[in-house]
């Protein structure tokens, strides 16, 4: 499937501090400011990214640190700030969510006071679907309930009320794109997904096809979907990152809050994805059954268009084949990450 044209960004101004931008997303949403030629600091502890993966000024600093912090801030003097950094594995944030409260809702708390003790008053901040907890109807729009299920969802809604609340008291400008299964590479194979440990369903199965791992399990066949695999809406890295491109020069353009889903409104069951794989690799990838995941909702789907409304964002690289091969062409490249292989 081809590509279809892009809507032009509006211009960005800079600098940006872009927090967590040595991770996956925030990678690749670095690399797009970059190549608009505005100016990007990057700030992450590089507990989680890779310093390979950035090659703008990066300021190694923890959020947990506010005087650092402060110190960033003054030198810097953001006109903007996206921010990335988090922990985010769903599983994880049940069983030690006091981490998940720590690093996601009192490091963005810190953040945000940092901004408001200085002029910086424009931030994007990563959510997501799991904002919404178990759907009670689909697709998934913006005004769906939020009820989240994990302390992972918990704290990004958390974090989406304190924006709120900053805009209303202090004049923030806040956008939350909430992602669906943010998934694929750059596709020049220079930049990709590396989570250590890996959990995602794509790098897994790819894995699989590179002879790293024996087999790929399959967690439930037994859900209400036509396959009776999960069903997720998996979008295109390099879409989220123009997205986040688009929400800034937004609020620089005068939007208080901005709140939009960030999917391409189309499902593939896990079964869909491994075929795709299969596909892609030409790798036969066994798969072996197992227990339903706790915690994993049947079907997650975005649906409406408010993103289109109010940032003129639409997903372009949004074929499942065109996503698993440029995931596919950056683990071939780097089969340990960032550790190996150029970049
Ligand atoms: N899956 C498998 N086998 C695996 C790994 C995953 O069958 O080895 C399945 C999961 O059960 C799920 C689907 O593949 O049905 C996708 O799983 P991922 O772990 O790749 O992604 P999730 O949908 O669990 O998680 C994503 C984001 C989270 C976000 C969540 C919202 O990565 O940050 O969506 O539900 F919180």
């Not at 992972?152 to 004049?171: F, N, S």
């Not at 596709?187 to 959990?199: A, N, Q």
């Not at 620089?252 to 960030?262: D, Y």
């Not at 079964?271 to 049947?298: C, L």
Request: charged share 25%; aromatic share 8%; glycine share 10%.
């Amino acid at each position: 499937m081809s590509t279809p044209a892009p809507i032009p960004t509006p211009s960005v101004r800079g600098p940006v501090l872009v927090c967590g931008g040595a991770g996956y997303i925030g990678s690749h949403t670095v690399r797009q400011f970059e190549e608009r030629g505005v100016e990007v600091v990057v700030l992450d502890d590089l507990s989680t990214g890779h310093r390979a993966a950035v090659r703008a000024p990066l300021e190694v600093v923890e959020l947990g640190n506010r005087d650092r912090l402060a110190e960033v801030f003054a030198r810097v003097r953001p006109a903007g700030v996206v921010h990335f950094a988090a922990k985010c594995y769903v599983g994880e944030s049940v069983t030690d969510p006091a981490r998940y409260y720590r690093e996601n809702v009192l490091c963005t708390w810190n953040l945000l006071e940092a901004m408001r003790a200085t002029e910086t008053r424009c931030i994007v901040f990563s959510s997501t679907c799991a904002t919404y907890g178990n759907p009670v109807k689909l697709p998934l729009t913006e005004d769906h309930p939020q009820v989240p299920i994990s302390p992972y969802g918990k704290t990004k809604l958390h974090i989406e009320h304190m924006l709120q609340d900053y805009a209303k008291a202090y004049g923030f400008r806040v956008a939350a794109p909430r992602y669906f299964n943010a998934a694929g590479a750059a596709r020049d194979g220079t930049l990709g997904e590396h989570h250590d440990p890996e959990t995602h369903l794509i790098p897994l199965v790819l894995q699989v096809a590179l002879g790293m791992r024996k087999e790929i399990t399959i967690f439930g066949e037994d859900y209400p979907t036509p396959d009776g695999t999960c069903i997720r809406d998996y979008i295109h890295v390099e879409d989220l990152a123009d997205a986040h491109l688009r929400a800034l020069a937004a609020l620089q353009g005068g939007a208080s809050e901005l709140f939009v889903n960030l999917g391409t409104g189309t499902g593939f069951s896990v079964r869909q994805v491994i075929e795709t794989a299969r596909k892609v690799t030409g790798h036969p990838i066994p798969a072996r059954i197992a227990e339903r995941r706790p915690g994993d909702p049947p079907e997650l789907v975005s649906g409406g268009t408010r993103a289109f409304d109010v940032l003129g964002w639409k997903p372009r690289r949004t074929a499942l084949e065109d996503i698993v091969r440029d995931a596919w062409n950056f683990l071939r490249a780097h089969p340990r990450g960032f550790d190996s292989g150029a970049t």
